[in-house]
């Protein structure tokens, strides 16, 4: 299949662990923020969305937080499992566009 | 269901050659996004569609890249006398409404078509 990246920053964990990935967006005056999950050969799927009034949302198994004052985005997942094993990218939207600018991917290997 | 499709999933090309890239949205869905992504990378916006409206088109690299969806559908990505520096993976988005602001706007992505220019 389609080799996502060759050389991103990874995260490797347990199976069981909690994960969490980080990302660092650069405009304040961006109001909603996605985090994206791509597995080989693949096109990114949406994992879970946060809007810029919101600090924190829960999903199935994951969390995502968001500090605005360091304009940080986070994405926990629980329990770890090996079908967790992908690239995770985070967006954001900026000034209410339709534009989603993705960040740069984060590879997490799940070892069983 | 369906989800989006791409054609054809692999492109190569010789330097100097037009390629046309095919995106089949999820149908129903008004709005249409091409990106590029290159390995190790997040999807980079090229241009979007609502219907058959070209909205935005200030992601295309330069003007050998064009994109119509006449029928608001089927849209079709076209380059122009490729050059090797357009090597990446073209990918496809569709979503059921304009703004990507909720999640009922979810951007759904296709497999993309990896194009090599030699």
């Known amino acids: 299949g389609e080799s996502v990246g060759l050389h991103l920053p990874t995260l490797s964990v347990q199976e069981g662990d909690n994960s969490i990935i980080n990302c660092a967006y650069s405009?304040?005056?961006?109001?909603?923020f996605i985090w994206y999950k791509q597995e080989s050969g693949k096109g990114p799927q949406f994992i879970i969305d946060?809007?810029?009034?919101?600090d924190k949302r829960q999903g199935q198994r994951v969390t995502v937080l968001l500090n605005k004052t360091v304009k940080h985005l986070s994405l926990q997942i629980a329990a770890t499992q090996p079908g967790d094993s992908a690239v995770y990218f985070c967006a954001e939207r900026r000034d209410s566009s339709y534009k989603l600018i993705f960040g740069s991917g984060t590879r997490l290997l799940v070892r069983p | 269901g369906a989800g989006v499709s791409q054609s054809p999933r692999y492109k190569v090309t010789k330097r100097g050659q037009d390629v046309a890239l095919r995106c089949d949205p999820i149908?129903?869905?008004?709005?249409l996004y091409w990106y590029r992504q290159a390995l190790g990378q997040g999807p980079e916006f090229l241009t979007y569609f609502n219907y058959e409206a070209q909205q935005d088109k200030s992601g295309l690299p330069n003007d050998r890249f064009s994109a119509e969806r006449p029928e608001g559908s089927i849209s079709t990505l076209t380059i122009q006398r490729t050059e090797q520096r357009d090597s990446a993976m073209y990918r496809c988005?569709?979503?059921?409404?304009?703004?990507?602001?909720?999640?009922?706007?979810?951007?759904?992505f296709g497999p993309g078509t990896r194009l090599t220019v030699l």
């Open positions: 988005a569709s979503s059921l409404a304009k703004f990507p602001g909720t999640r009922v706007n979810e951007q759904f």
């Open positions: 149908s129903g869905h008004v709005s």
């Open positions: 405009n304040s005056a961006s109001d909603y």
């Open positions: 946060i809007r810029s009034n919101m």
